[in-house]
């Protein structure tokens, strides 16, 4: 997921509304932002610490995870964009966080990490007519809040409710299923080939592994309770610092 933020060059920005008619879906587009606050100390953390408590973790030379996802589009005027799900301003976060970003400001996001496509098709479920739906979909789509829908969430409310994404792994290990919107955990079908890159970026290896999710597609996100929680955490600690502050100065 990611965080909407002002551009540092003169790129269009992301809009709320629909700048044109759909006519074709590229796919999944992943992103890995390398200067990403939030994605460097709370998004990345969570993802690895779930990966490694199951056993799967990634060598020190491998890429850095895919922390957020959207939908590639052609318009019919052949400009590209990417649909995906932001947060930041109060409009995003209870209102709609549906943006659709051109694809250059999308790309410009990166900041010397790592964007790219994988067709639709490659995921589990999904066919040309799956395809051809989501296209239909996405041209009257309504928006919800990011609070009540993360990246991942929204690119399965397009495939028509279908999972896309796997379960925590870790919640596997212990014996239950826990929805956790990442990126990462991609569900490639286990016969899908990409081109080397991607297979590289992605662990291509892995996710055609990963077992089939038991939780519904808007079943709560595990990752972003967890988060949440840090968050509270660090809030409370930090209050619970300017008090013990305050009151040993006053004492002197």
Request: proline share 8%; charged share 25%.
């Amino acid at each position: 997921m990611a965080q909407a933020k002002a551009l540092a060059k003169s790129l269009p920005p992301s809009v709320p509304d629909r700048p044109g008619r759909i006519v074709e879906l590229r796919g999944i587009i992943f992103q890995s932002d390398m200067a990403s606050v939030l994605g460097a100390w709370i998004i990345r953390p969570v993802e690895t610490l779930d990966m490694h408590l199951a056993g799967i973790g990634r060598s020190p030379n491998a890429p850095a995870l895919a922390m957020h996802a959207g939908l590639h589009v052609v318009l019919e005027d052949d400009r590209e964009f990417v649909v995906e799900q932001l947060f930041g301003t109060p409009r995003e976060d209870f209102v709609s966080g549906l943006n659709w970003t051109p694809l250059e400001t999308f790309r410009d996001r990166d900041h010397s990490g790592w964007d790219l496509t994988v067709p639709a098709t490659a995921f589990r479920r999904v066919d040309e007519d799956v395809v051809h739906q989501a296209v239909e979909f996405l041209n009257g789509i309504p928006g919800r809040p990011f609070f009540g829908e993360d990246c991942t969430m929204l690119i399965e409310r397009t495939f028509g409710k279908r999972r896309l994404f796997a379960d925590s792994p870790t919640a596997r290990a212990l014996g239950f299923g826990m929805r956790v919107g990442d990126p990462a955990l991609a569900l490639l079908k286990p016969d899908v080939r990409l081109d080397p890159n991607a297979e590289r970026l992605l662990r291509a290896d892995f996710l055609r592994a990963l077992p089939d999710p038991t939780t519904e597609w808007d079943s709560p996100n595990g990752h972003l309770w967890i988060r949440r929680a840090l968050g509270w955490v660090l809030i409370f600690a930090a209050v619970a610092g300017l008090n013990f502050f305050i009151k040993k100065r006053s004492r002197r």
